[in-house]
């Protein structure tokens, strides 16, 4: 009965493991997604204030 109950607690550890190392990786992958979409919303922004500036720089050379 007790090697029973030893299989028992063995696979519910197992299981366990196995829940919480698929639930590390999702959280990895968001966390991946996130930086990801926060960079890419960084450089959308920096490309917007390059081209204001090079549209200011075109206008200045069209006002000469």
Known sequence: SSAASDVYK??????????????????????SVDTLQKEVSDLKSDISDMKSMLLKLVENQDAR
Do not use: C, G, S
């Open 10 to 31: 063995r696979q519910n550890m197992d299981a366990y493991t196995k829940y919480m190392n698929a639930h590390n990786t999702r959280q990895q992958k968001d966390k």
